[in-house]
């Protein structure tokens, strides 16, 4: 569902075209808006996107990510919740969660892997070699993509048991390292955070809260 806020007053929309599931949008360099959602078919799941409408409640015609690990099977868990964000250079680079069974760490099979478009048309893309984040790190969130200082926040996936929210930092986007002082507290499960920059290097962030283990 689309909703309008206007001075606390928000109103339901009608929306002409499908935007399946986790939307992420990013606004190019150009003005244009794409979408990157993923869309569930007879056939598994697939991370797709397409060019937002003027009035953000339609879209164009839908591409495929189609690159490695962009589709997966109905029923794969560790998987999806794509999110976009625009480089300094103006391409477009996309993150998600994949099953990894490398990591070595027993019940903690979630990775994060990323597709960057070829030009700054975020129109095709390239699976990124190797994995960004790995250890049961899920739901990202790009909070900073500035040249040598991207800051990222994550959570950690169900089976790490009581969910927690951690700050990872990069110069370059592809190679992470993450705080290991989580910043959610112990008496509840955090997940699926996004936010915002409200001052310079302070952020507001949101996330959902469940009791621990939950």
């Given at each position: ?111 994060l892997v990323s ?38 926040m994550v959570s ?59």
């Open positions: 569902m689309v909703v309008d806020c206007v001075e606390g007053s928000c109103s339901r929309k009608s929306i002409s075209s499908r935007f399946g599931s986790d939307a992420t949008i990013v606004t190019l360099k150009s003005g244009v808006r794409k979408v990157f959602f993923v869309e569930m078919g007879p056939s598994g799941k697939s991370i797709k996107f397409a060019t937002l409408g003027a009035d953000g409640l339609s879209h164009g015609s839908v591409s495929a990510l189609d690159v490695d690990g962009s589709i997966a099977s109905q029923n794969e868990g560790a998987w999806g919740v794509p999110d976009a964000v625009v480089l300094p250079d103006g391409r477009v680079r996309v993150y998600w969660v994949l099953k990894d069974l490398a990591t070595g760490k027993p019940g903690l099979p979630e990775a597709a960057t478009s070829t030009d700054d048309t975020a129109s095709t893309f390239k699976r990124d070699s190797g994995l960004r984040l790995t250890g049961g790190y899920v739901d990202s969130e790009i909070l900073r993509a500035q040249d040598g200082d991207w800051i990222m950690t996936g169900p089976g790490a048991g009581t969910q927690k929210l951690y700050m990872a930092t990069s110069r370059d986007g592809l190679t992470w390292a993450v705080n290991e002082n989580h910043i959610s507290s112990l008496n509840e499960s955090a997940l699926d955070p996004t936010g915002y920059e409200i001052a310079k290097d302070t952020w507001r962030i949101y996330y959902a809260s469940a009791a621990p283990g939950m």
